[in-house]
């Protein structure tokens, strides 16, 4: 499944970006991260917290749904790229994805195109648009959350 996102925060980009590579922001686990000046490579982990499906979680375990981020930002020019690694199910799951952000003023807007498939017969497209759905409560928790942060 396809997906793109578009955010819109009303906050400087420097100040967004920053917020938005805060682990203790994102709520995810640093692993690894190395700097070679405006190149930013990091390993974050993430848990899956939306909601399944019946269907879904007779073959998922929701407990399962964790995954390393491996990602590089350039930091100059405002883009990063990701690419999805799943502790559990690696078989059965890939996602891609890539950041851009733009400043316009005082406002920041970040766009995140990529691409997930999930390998299983029957119900891979409920958990392509469970997890697609989840992402995009996230952006949108992100959204409303990040000037409170900011302000803090």
Do not use: N
Request: net charge negative.
């Amino acid at each position: 499944m396809d997906f793109r996102i578009e955010q819109r925060f009303a906050a400087p980009l420097d100040m967004v970006e920053a917020t938005l590579l805060d682990p203790a922001f994102t709520g995810a686990v640093l692993l690894s991260e190395e700097r070679d000046g405006p190149v930013l490579r990091r390993s974050m982990r993430y848990a899956f917290t939306g909601a399944l499906s019946a269907a879904v979680t007779a073959v998922v375990d929701p407990g399962k749904l964790t995954w390393v981020d491996v990602s590089e930002h350039d930091l100059a020019a405002h883009r990063s790229r990701h690419h999805i690694v799943p502790d559990h199910y690696a078989s059965r799951l890939t996602c891609e994805y890539e950041t851009a952000m733009h400043a316009a003023g005082e406002h920041t807007t970040r766009v995140i195109v990529g691409a997930l498939r999930v390998h299983m017969p029957l119900v891979g497209g409920r958990v392509e648009r469970a997890i697609v759905s989840g992402l995009v409560e996230h952006a949108a928790r992100e959204e409303m959350a990040l000037p409170e942060w900011l302000a803090s």
